[in-house]
C-alpha cells in the first residue's frame, strides 16, 4: 500500500464531521444527514478502484456526497410527485396570490418592503427562518427549491433528475418562491 | 413565471419586452422581482453557513461507520 493510498476505516474520523455538516445544511434532519454519509462512504469503499491520487479524498468523497444528496432529493420528489393537474388542485394556487380577473396581487400577498429586511434580522436568525421555511414547504417544492437554489442545478438537469416536464417546472418554482416569500413576511420581513 | 425562466433561459424578444413593461408599470411585481433574488441567494448563504458551522458527527456514529467499513472492506 503507498502512503497515497486511501484507508477507508480513518474516513469517519478524518472527513466524518465535515460531510455531516454538509449533509445537515441540506437535509436539516439529522438522521438523514448520517444515512447519507454512510452511504458516501460505503459508494467511496465499492468505487476505491475509481480513485485518482491527484484529486483529494476528501474532494473525492464530497463529489459521492453530493450525488448521494441529489438522489436524496430526488426520491423525496418522486414520492410525492404530483402532476400539473394535480399541483392546481391542491395547496396554495395563483388565485391565492393574484386577482384571477386582472393578474393582480391580492391585499394580503401584496409583497411588502424588504428594504431593512438585512437590517430588521441578524444574518443567523435571517438563515433560521428560512431554512424553517424551505422544511414547510412540500417535499416537492422543496426539493426543486434546494436543487434549483442550494444545489445550482439547471433546470434542464432538474427536469431530467425529476422526470418533470418544464411546465412542471416552472410552475413548482413559481409556487415554492410565492410560499417562501409570503412565509418569510410572517415571520418577521417586511413588518419594519 | 417569466421571472424565473429569465434567470435559467433567454426569453424570446416578445417575453423580454412584455416582462420589462410589466414590471415597469407594477411596482409590487417590481418588488417582487428584487425578493425572488434575494430569496435564492439567501438559501445558498444559509446552506453554506451551516455547512461550516453546524453540529458534527457523534463518536458513537463514527465508530458504527468505521465497523461498516471494515466490515465491508
Known sequence: MTPDTPVPATWPARFGDELYRFALSRVSDSETAEELVQETFLSALDGLATFRAEASERT????ILRRKIIDHYRRQARAT????DEIEAGGPTEADFFVPE????TGPQTPASWLRADAALEQQELHDILQRCQDRLPPQQEAV???RFVEELSAEEICQELGLSSANYWVIVHRAKLQLRRCLEKHGLGKN | MLLEQQADQALAREQRVNLWLHLRYC???NRYAQQTVLIAEWARASASARA???PVLSEAAKERMRERLVAAG
Open chain 1, 60 to 63: 473525492w468523497l464530497f463529489v
Open chain 1, 81 to 84: 410527485h404530483v402532476g400539473l
Open chain 1, 102 to 105: 386582472n393578474g393582480h396581487w
Open chain 1, 145 to 147: 427549491f434546494a436543487l
Open chain 2, 27 to 29: 411596482p409590487y411585481c
Open chain 2, 52 to 54: 461550516t458551522a453546524g
